[in-house]
């Protein structure tokens, strides 16, 4: 069985592939100075609660946080005696031509993506993924990674304003029951999700009008589903399309 696994700045996941299906998914707190022993101490605690006993011998990891991401390649050596499949590492062939300036480095979690979406979608796609960063990728009718936008996350957006604003509390991200706001959660409420309600449909138009042909728009990551319901420019909602994009380079890598 397959354990892939996903990096993030602010949560880690952890999915079960058993040759057919995603069979169980779990998830913490990216943590730099958290060892391989206590990440596999956890790990094997929840799927003993869950009644999962799998074999694992094939290991994916994709990290945009370097020092997790060591953590991973030991947890897979030592724990499933296994050498992971690193995206992003020398001996990983995603299946992604990558087209940006010489020198760029593009993320691991931006590559994954660009392969599930072209698999599931076509070409000509923006995956709008919301994250510690809100991201744009822009995938080209032939699958290949062309570029994109970096915006700040929304939770990070939160906490800033909070932060650099003493009058102004930390809020959920919610859409508001108006626009207009009469009390100041209302308000803050309305500039956060509208603005990126905003800010969505503005780059993607941009982004259209550069590339010259239409394009679906593809959301994912853990804020997705509340902006879908905000705006039309979203064609679909893929909620697993990271291990998606995973599973398909770990079927492409193996044997390596």
């Known amino acids: ?24 998914e779990w998830r913490c707190a990216t943590e730099h100075a958290r060892t391989a022993d206590e990440y596999y101490g956890w790990l094997r605690n929840l799927m003993h609660y869950q009644g999962v ?12 946080v370097p020092q997790a ?27 992604v031509e990558v087209r940006v300036d010489e020198g760029t480095l593009v993320g691991a979690d931006r590559l994954v993506n660009t392969v599930g979406a ?4 076509g070409g000509n796609l923006i995956v ?9 990728d822009c995938v080209d009718q032939d699958g290949a990674y062309i570029g994109g936008v970096i915006a700040p996350g929304v939770n990070l957006s939160v906490r800033a304003l909070h932060e650099a604003a ?36 503005g780059v993607c138009r941009k982004i259209m009008e550069e590339h010259g042909r239409p394009m679906k728009v593809i959301g994912t990551g853990g804020l997705s589903g509340l902006f879908m319901r905000g705006t039309e420019v979203f064609d679909h909602l893929d909620g697993n399309l990271t291990m998606h994009g995973l599973w398909l380079i770990s079927e492409r890598n193996k044997g390596t």
């Not at 011998?57 to 945009?64: H, T």
């Not at 296994?82 to 062939?93: A, H, M």
């Not at 709008?128 to 744009?136: K, L, Q, S």
């Not at 003493?166 to 919610?174: E, F, K, R, S, T």
């Open 118 to 121: 072209h698999d599931r979608y």
């Open 166 to 201: 003493a009058a102004l509390p930390h809020i959920d991200v919610a859409r508001p029951p108006r626009v207009i706001g009469t009390n100041t959660l209302v308000c803050m409420q309305s500039g956060v999700f509208w603005g990126y309600i905003g800010m969505i449909e």
């Open 1 to 24: 069985m397959l354990l892939a696994i996903d990096v993030g700045n602010t949560n880690t996941v952890f999915s079960i592939h058993d040759g057919r299906s995603f069979v169980a």
């Open 53 to 64: 006993e799998v074999k694992v011998d094939r290991v994916i990891v994709s990290s945009v």
């Open 69 to 95: 991401g060591l953590n991973m390649r030991i947890l897979s050596d030592k724990y499933f005696n296994t050498r992971p499949v690193v995206v992003g590492g020398p001996d990983c062939d995603p299946g």
């Open 128 to 136: 709008v993924d919301f994250g510690t960063a809100t991201t744009f």
